[in-house]
């Protein structure tokens, strides 16, 4: 299985409920990332985790709260989002962190619209 | 600071031209890895190639191919004979150890029949 997953594809949300996105691979790789991307833009790393601990934290706004509950899922629980988190997110995952084993995989994205 | 430029924000060929991509990086690390990715419509980011600070050579791969040219701090993709099966946003992106990535801004690609 060389692939990394995204539930759900799609997701309305309104700016009071809470979501969860999630990401799953069975590649045995150690590191996963999530990153943001908005339309016509490059995608924007947000939080990286390397065996299962938080890595990186770029400085993203509380409301999005990541979690990294076994090597092989990586969730990120969304709570009172504002319209401008309206994004393709993206999750990735790599062997490893160090260069030489971070090649990075990436999932096929969850469509978010906040409302 | 790592920084990627992608100086050409839109190219549009016709089918069976040859294009090339621009890409220009900047990095203080002295080991890094630097990626070609093609996005199509549907938004997932397709790997094309990867290729380290210490490996020069430049690489072939059916239609596409790559230069590499550290002098330059340059990662050029060139597509030969384009197709409109090409027609993509392509990224240049430049990773570094610890997992930090720094994307380009992209070039949309267009391939007119």
């Known amino acids: 299985d060389t692939e990394v997953t995204q539930t759900p594809k799609h997701l309305v949300m309104g700016m009071t409920n809470k979501k969860s996105l999630k990401c799953e691979q069975h590649?045995?790789?150690?590191?996963m990332y999530w990153y943001k991307q908005k339309a016509k833009k490059p995608p924007e790393l947000m939080f990286v985790y390397s065996y299962e601990k938080l890595s990186i934290n770029e400085s993203v706004p509380s409301r999005f709260s990541p979690e990294c509950p076994n090597s092989s899922l990586l969730n990120l629980h969304l709570h009172a989002l504002q319209p401008e988190d309206s994004a393709l997110y993206l999750c990735a995952s790599s062997q490893d962190i160090l260069a030489g084993r971070n090649e990075q995989f990436f999932g096929p994205g969850t469509r978010l619209t906040v409302l | 600071a790592q920084k990627v430029t992608q100086a050409q924000t839109e190219i549009s060929v016709v089918e069976k031209e040859d294009v090339t991509l621009d890409c220009v990086y900047e990095?203080?690390?002295?080991?890094?890895?630097l990626f070609w990715y093609k996005q199509p419509p549907s938004g997932e980011l397709v790997f094309l190639i990867r290729r380290n600070s210490f490996d020069e050579q430049n690489e072939i791969s059916g239609r596409y191919s790559w230069n590499f040219q550290k002098s330059t701090s340059s990662f050029n993709f060139t597509i030969t004979a384009s197709q409109v099966v090409d027609s993509a946003v392509y990224f240049c992106a430049l990773l570094t150890n610890a997992g930090k990535s720094t994307f380009g801004d992209g070039t949309t690609l267009t391939v007119k029949p």
């Open positions: 590649m045995g790789h150690r590191a």
């Open positions: 990095t203080r690390d002295t080991t890094y890895y």
